[in-house]
């Protein structure tokens, strides 16, 4: 037992438990984050970019990564983890105690078109809303299929479960051409009334001939035999 318990002891392995304490020191990512725009110059441990100069774009918290970019006329950006940095040393005077305005980032960053975005915002918010009011739930699959159909060729829209095409003829349920009836105070518009009727009556007989439609069955391939196809017969 007391072999086993020294070969126990032996096999672990001693960990390391950081001594965290409140030293007053401030961490990189903050001592970068308050200098963004300023003209530094970095020290890492990457083989490849052992050292960058030039000005500090940006620093993400979330990523622990920055961005440097070198002067022009061959300007470029340097992605760089805050962990490989060793030390950086601050050439300008740009500093700022709180957080960098964008307009003093270098390179500049121009403002966002924000009322160009809120009116594409608001174009995407009426498209889902129309293409909602579309779908009734209250009525067939059928009588949706016929709206869908009907609303491609006409301005059609729904009140409860009736259909209405041009804002002149109303369709009920079950949606033939004799269930069109012109919309009372709607008027009397020459030609409308026949015309949605014809429509519906031919949408109604393409949904007829494309539920009806025979698909071709293809055979099923016959197994392949374990051993392959025999010879000989």
Partial sequence: MADTKRQNAAGKVPVATPNIGNSGMVSQEAALSGVIGARIRLTTNIPSQPTVEGNLF????????????????NSVHHVIPISS?????????????????????????????????????????ARLQEAAA????????????????????LPTMWDGTNIVVMDAVVITSPYRGEDCKAKAGAGQQAGV???????????????????????????????????GPRKGG
Wanted: aromatic fraction near 4%; include cysteine; glycine fraction near 2%.
């Fill in 85 to 125: 940095i060793q030390s950086f040393n601050i050439h300008s005077t740009t500093a700022f105690s709180t957080p960098a305005p964008f307009a003093n980032a270098t390179p500049p960053i121009a403002p966002l078109p924000s009322a160009l975005l809120l009116d594409r915002a608001n174009a995407a918010v």
């Fill in 58 to 73: 940006t620093v993400c918290p979330f990523t622990s990564l920055l961005a440097i970019a070198t002067p022009p006329p």
């Fill in 134 to 153: 579309r779908k009734n739930k209250s009525v067939s699959k059928d009588g949706q299929e016929i709206f869908d159909a009907l609303s491609r060729t």
């Fill in 193 to 227: 009334l026949p015309r949605v009727k014809k429509v519906l009556e031919n949408e109604r007989k393409r949904l007829a001939d494309r539920s009806t439609k025979v698909v071709p069955v293809v055979p099923a391939m016959p197994a392949v035999l374990a051993g």
